[in-house]
């Protein structure tokens, strides 16, 4: 379990929170989101989470240790962390970045094991095809699944993820989120991840953390999160819900309701 007890922080002295004593904790075999307009904080806390951030005050503790004392390999053998910005300068190929996931068990020096299971991280994600193609030669849907299977190849409990969405079409979105979605169910991983499209959320997490001004103003599952005056508190704007073919749908483009849907 990943247990954040308390966890307020500050830039610089003086400036806003942008974390406000946060606690709340993440069970082991869900998908979590984290929604929230910028600068609601949401990437802060996954930055603390994944102890790339020392929080001002507060503890984060995995599975009983605190990240911010726990050596280094102890972290990265249970937990790992894709950045939103996850560029890498030198011309790699997939197979080669999908082994970076194998160094807090390896130090560079992979083992037959190591291999085994780089192969089968590729596998999972369908891109042993293009094992041996650069980075660069990739599209970005090609490229966000292997990032994600180097994190798979990490063999890790806990899998966060910043943002993994970003710039990606709707077909190559639903590719990634039906991924992480198999992943929790076939291989028991917990997932969080960071989203802002909160009908993303609503479809394939089990769960949705919702903040604003760095402070959880709802923490719960998708029917009681995707309602109108719970988005209008999330998000500061009138958002109609409604059920479209059993699925909640919140129409914040639309802020008119729609006649021929059944509100909620």
């Known amino acids: 379990m990943i247990d954040i007890k308390s966890v307020s922080h500050s830039y610089f002295d003086g400036a806003p929170k942008v974390l406000d004593d946060v606690a709340i904790d993440f069970p082991p075999g869900q998908v979590t989101a984290l929604v929230g307009a910028n600068g609601a904080g949401k990437s802060t806390l996954l930055s603390a989470m994944s102890r790339l951030l020392v929080p001002g005050s507060g503890q984060v503790l995995l599975d009983g240790v605190d990240v911010t004392k726990a050596a280094p390999t102890v972290v990265a053998k249970r937990m790992a962390v894709l950045r939103q910005d996850n560029r890498i300068s030198a011309r790699l190929s997939v197979v080669d970045l999908v082994r970076f996931g194998r160094f807090p068990y390896s130090s560079g020096r992979l083992r037959p094991e190591c291999h085994e299971i780089v192969e089968r991280a590729l596998e999972y994600v369908d891109m042993t095809p293009m094992r041996d193609c650069f980075l660069d030669e990739l599209s970005g849907g090609q490229r966000q699944r292997a ?118």
């Open 147 to 264: 990032f994600i299977a180097m994190v798979l190849a990490q063999d890790t409990d806990y899998i966060l993820l910043d943002e993994p969405l970003n710039n990606l079409d709707m077909r190559h979105a639903a590719a990634i989120m039906q991924l992480l979605r198999r992943a929790a169910d076939d291989l028991g991983r917990t997932v969080i991840l960071v989203l802002h499209d909160i009908n993303v959320a609503a479809s394939y997490c089990d769960r949705i953390v919702a903040m604003r001004d760095g402070r959880v103003v709802i923490d719960g599952s998708p029917d009681e999160v995707m309602r109108a005056e719970v988005l209008s508190e999330v998000f500061g704007m009138q958002i109609p819900v409604h059920r479209v073919s059993g699925q909640l749908l919140a129409m914040h483009w639309a802020p008119l309701p729609a006649p021929a849907l059944q509100a909620v």
